[in-house]
């Protein structure tokens, strides 16, 4: 597998060659172009990013004696403040953060940036900045939506990115026992081709599996989109390295143990805030013979939901579950191009789903337990007044997956606001968030008599509810772009919560999430929280002004 290339800094990153050319009119096409003026009203206009040399960085404020402090611990190399190292390292890859960059403005940039290599070395740092008063920031891929590389300190210290990237390869592997060892700022696809070679496979694979780290999954309890059938990501942990200003935890006992609380659970979504996750043991499994993913269109979507559940109750969910609603598959369907694409459209119009919502589903593992499996749920999913529509659109999906990102730079370009937001929910209580979130995002974003557009899915089966995932996409406010989408997004939340669901399923809190999280755990466990901060980073240097309210 080739290097994968760096995430740029003011997008997603260098679009890959199959997904065509790099402006809007050979990402999207010519139908797929006019269907968005004429829903939201947009005119179509310039407004690309500032050049990259504009950008505003703020002068290093690391005292000169800290830096040679760091300097004399991880060596000179690995100790960096030059601009361009700062600006790579300058927030995430949220609709905010973009648009702050794109405005010009990195003032979220750390001082600097340090790269540790051992477990040992990352203690000693965290020791270090505890006693000098420098804030820490965990670094992985950078690929935090919801503002998880803020780094924002109340007493506006010094702040520097630890980048876990000389920490990136696999410690071992022990193959009887399906466990395989591995640095925190190891990529996706490295670990998929380390495993490889021994016929072996991990499996999780969210979005940003291209750029993001086995870290930054750990820190955010992410989920793949083959989560419903292999499990979340802290389903797959079977043990971690925690280096705190503290000290060192070493956490989990595979295969089992009752010692106790598991406390393998609260490095598990600390999202940086205890301190910095320096080793992993994962759960991997035999590479699967067989694969089969296929699509299904249902007239409605709540009978969608309806034979999802049935899926649920009988334990026949696929490996990749995907419910698109009418609006997400309408746009699925305009944006996508190519004679394919054109025979699928022809195919729902004659069979009068034109305005039906898609279903994606995959199998993998042994060809005859997938065929079984395939068998059983095809019964239910017809039942429930589903058409099968075939492999060809199980496969396209497949190998468009990571796309989208790439798509949202383009969208930007052009005057668009383009961001996403999930939440999971019971099936009982997921059509009430279905309908309030999409309500509130549309209440809030109406232009000019034009409402946006929001594109919705159901994602991350489980036998109790599923996830919902919203793609939000209107014309931009140039006057006032962060308050126009900070107000949808307020709204949103207060709506989807008092509706029923969670305040995150998987892209974690963050800063954007977290004046809501005490609605989510309750004030005594914001104070819990806060308890074991305390014990492991006296100092709050570990990533303050994410995940704990203030």
């Not at 960085?57 to 830096?67: D, G, K, V, W, Y």
């Not at 079984?372 to 997956?401: E, F, K, N, P, Y």
């Amino acid at each position: 597998m080739p290097e994968q290339p760096e995430l740029t800094i003011q997008g997603w990153g260098p679009r890959p060659t199959s997904a065509g050319d790099e402006g809007l009119d050979g990402a999207l096409p010519k139908a797929a172009r006019r269907y968005l003026g004429r829903e939201l009203g947009w005119e179509p206009r310039a407004t690309p990013p500032a050049p990259v040399d504009a950008i505003r960085l703020a002068p290093c404020r690391l005292p000169e004696a800290a830096r040679t402090a760091l300097a004399d611990l991880l060596g000179e190399d690995n100790v960096r403040t030059d601009r361009e190292s700062r600006l790579r390292h300058a927030g995430g890859k949220s609709y905010l953060d973009l648009l702050r960059r794109r405005e010009g403005d990195a003032s979220d940039a750390p001082d600097a940036v340090v790269l540790p290599g051992t477990t040992e070395e990352t203690a000693a740092l965290l020791a270090l900045c505890g006693e000098r008063g420098v804030v820490v920031v965990p670094f992985g891929g950078g690929t935090s939506v919801v503002g998880g590389l803020a780094g924002v300190d109340p007493d506006d210290r010094p702040t520097i990115a630890v980048d876990l990237a000389r920490m990136s390869s696999v410690q071992s592997l022990d193959v009887p026992s399906s466990l395989v060892t591995a640095g925190p700022g190891m990529r996706g696809p490295a670990l998929e081709q380390a495993l490889d070679r021994e016929g072996l496979t991990f499996g999780h694979l969210p979005q940003s599996w291209e750029f993001a780290t086995l870290g930054g999954y750990a820190a955010t309890r992410s989920a793949g989109q083959s989560s419903t059938g292999v499990g979340r990501f802290d389903d797959l942990v079977a043990g971690l390295t925690l280096a705190t200003p503290a000290g060192v935890l070493e956490l989990g006992s595979p295969p089992a143990s009752a010692a106790g609380p598991d406390l393998l659970g609260l490095a598990l979504g600390s999202e940086g805030t205890l301190g910095v996750i320096t080793e992993l043991t994962l759960r991997v499994r035999p590479k699967p013979p067989a694969s089969a993913y296929e699509g299904w269109s249902f007239r409605t979507w709540p009978a969608g939901l309806a034979a999802l559940q049935a899926l649920a109750r009988h334990d026949l969910l696929p490996d990749v579950v995907r419910l698109s609603d009418a609006d997400e598959t309408r746009a699925n369907l305009l944006m996508a191009s190519g004679a394919g694409a054109k025979a699928l459209r022809g195919k729902l119009r004659a069979r009068r789903r034109g305005d039906g919502c898609m279903l994606v589903v995959g199998w993998e593992g042994v060809p005859d337990l997938v065929r079984a499996r395939m068998r059983a749920a095809a019964s239910l999913l017809r039942d429930g007044g589903a058409i099968r529509l075939g492999r060809t659109v199980g496969q396209s999906w497949r190998r468009h997956r990571f796309e989208a990102p790439y798509l949202r730079d383009r969208l930007l370009d052009r005057g668009l606001l383009v961001e996403t937001l999930e939440t999971a929910a019971t099936w009982t209580a997921l059509p009430t968030v279905y309908d309030a979130t999409r309500r509130a995002l549309r209440e809030a974003l109406t232009r000019g008599g034009h409402p946006p557009l929001v594109l919705s899915h159901l994602s991350h089966g489980y036998p109790t509810g599923a996830s919902l995932y919203l793609t939000v996409i209107a014309d931009r406010d140039d006057a006032l772009p962060i308050q126009q989408w900070l107000s949808a997004k307020r709204a949103a939340t207060d709506a989807l919560l008092a509706a029923g669901g969670t305040l995150t399923h998987h892209h974690a809190v963050g800063a954007d999430h977290r004046p809501w999280l005490e609605r989510e755990i309750g004030p005594l466990g914001v104070e819990v929280l806060r308890a074991v901060k305390q014990r492991l980073d006296p100092q709050g240097i570990c990533n303050p002004g994410v995940l704990l309210p203030d």
